[in-house]
């Protein structure tokens, strides 16, 4: 079971960017690393998945280097609206009972 | 689209009450999943579904059972409530293990 290790918590101030990063030393082969992001009384909702390297949406960037065992997620130029938990995920990508939720990290974004 | 749903969305039992809770998909996704998610902690995954009449065991089914008779539902049963599962319960659908899209939550207490 690839677990996973993030910060509790983050603070930041409008407009910075905001970079998160998870820990997941047993990543297997065949798994994706997906983030996403919680607010309070509601399910989460999908960031971003990657397999490696880099990967960018229109809302963020996930960076996985070359080993695999970590991956950073980018928030730019984050608003007071991205104040929320976020969650990284490692699971098979083929199937399998293997997606545990870590505790996240609950990001604070100030004026 | 309604996309994940989710029924009822609060929900008051007592100790040994037995209570079934409905999840409803439009997506036409083959995976289907129920987790728990317990105050400051992440989701962890009670069942899942891979397609239409199978389910199997997630991180923490002890005390639950589920059916997925129908594609677009799966269903999670308490069969004997206990305090311990007081929780708010999210229920998710995705293909394979990629992007899941989550419904907005069930809020179970049980005295």
């Known amino acids: 079971l690839a677990k996973t290790t993030q910060p509790i918590s983050m603070d930041s101030y409008e407009g910075q960017e905001v970079n998160i990063t998870c820990s997941h030393n047993?990543?297997?082969?065949?798994?994706?690393i997906t983030w996403y992001q919680q607010f309070p009384s509601q399910g989460p909702r999908f960031i971003i998945q990657?397999?490696?390297t880099k990967v960018t949406n229109e809302v963020a960037s996930l960076f996985i280097p070359a080993d695999r065992k970590s991956s950073t997620l980018s928030l730019p130029r984050v608003s007071l609206s991205d104040t929320a938990v976020y969650y990284c995920?490692?699971?098979?990508?083929?199937?399998?009972?293997?997606?545990?939720f870590g505790t996240g990290t609950q990001l604070k974004v100030e004026l | 689209n309604a996309g994940v749903t989710q029924t009822p969305k609060f929900r008051v039992l007592k100790t040994g009450q037995s209570m079934t809770l409905l999840c409803a998909q439009d997506?036409?996704?083959?995976?289907m999943y129920w987790y728990r998610q317990d105050p400051g902690m992440g989701l962890r995954l009670i069942h899942y579904?891979?397609?239409?009449?199978?389910?199997a065991k997630g991180e923490v089914p002890d005390g639950y059972n589920v059916s997925r008779l129908k594609k677009q539902n799966f269903l999670l049963g308490l069969e004997s409530a206990a305090p311990s599962q007081t929780s708010v319960y999210f229920c998710?659908?995705?293909?394979?293990?990629?992007?899941?899209?989550f419904g907005p939550g069930t809020r179970l207490t049980v005295t």
């Open positions: 998710a659908s995705s293909w394979e293990h990629y992007e899941q899209y």
């Open positions: 047993n990543i297997a082969t065949n798994d994706y």
């Open positions: 990657g397999y490696k």
């Open positions: 995920l490692v699971a098979k990508g083929g199937g399998g009972n293997k997606l545990t």
């Open positions: 997506m036409n996704h083959e995976y």
């Open positions: 579904s891979v397609g239409e009449g199978t389910t």
